[in-house]
């Protein structure tokens, strides 16, 4: 199946369920199906497959599943980019494209958010802009298939 006709994957980590109620000082009030909501409008014709777990293995699944599956993948791997070198060897066997988001700014946050071990093996990191991060995200995985075809 060519890469276009494939969906992009976006993955979300633990406690993004809880969106729009959790710490919505940092995070905003923005729920889990606004951020839905801002993809498929920032996707637009393009189909996504939007999902999100609380668990690592399953995000690890998942990230198997879009080796095969997907032609790019978001990820906001949530508190699992600060610990999860699982996480990161997933990201690292990739075919395909992945773009780290983050809603917060985690660079401007305590120190042991500083460090992703996604980032480093990511085409890419967008971070601090809420929900539009992932619009941001979306608009740079149409670009980049764009510059590759
Ligand atoms: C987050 C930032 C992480 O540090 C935090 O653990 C999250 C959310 C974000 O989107 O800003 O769960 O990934």
Redesign the pocket.
């Known amino acids: 199946m060519p890469d276009r006709d494939k969906p992009l994957f976006i993955l979300n980590g ?3 369920n809880l969106l729009g109620v959790r710490e919505p000082e940092i ?1 905003g009030r923005a729920t889990l199906a606004d951020v839905k909501a801002v993809c498929e409008r920032a996707a637009g014709a393009r189909a996504i497959d939007f999902r999100q777990t609380n668990h690592e293995g399953v995000l690890i699944d998942w990230l198997h599943e879009a080796r095969e599956k997907a032609a790019a993948i978001i990820l ?4 699992y ?2 610990t999860s070198i699982a996480l990161r060897d997933a990201v690292s066997a990739l075919p395909v494209p992945l773009i780290e988001v ?3 700014n ?1 660079a401007a ?1 305590e120190p042991f ?1 500083h460090h992703s071990h996604v980032a480093g093996v990511a085409k890419g990191v967008v ?1 601090g802009f809420g929900a539009e991060s992932y619009a941001l995200a979306i608009a740079a995985a149409l670009r980049l298939e764009g510059a590759v075809s």
């Open positions: 633990p406690n993004l995070y906001n791997p949530g508190a980019a600060h983050h809603l917060s985690i946050r958010r971070m």
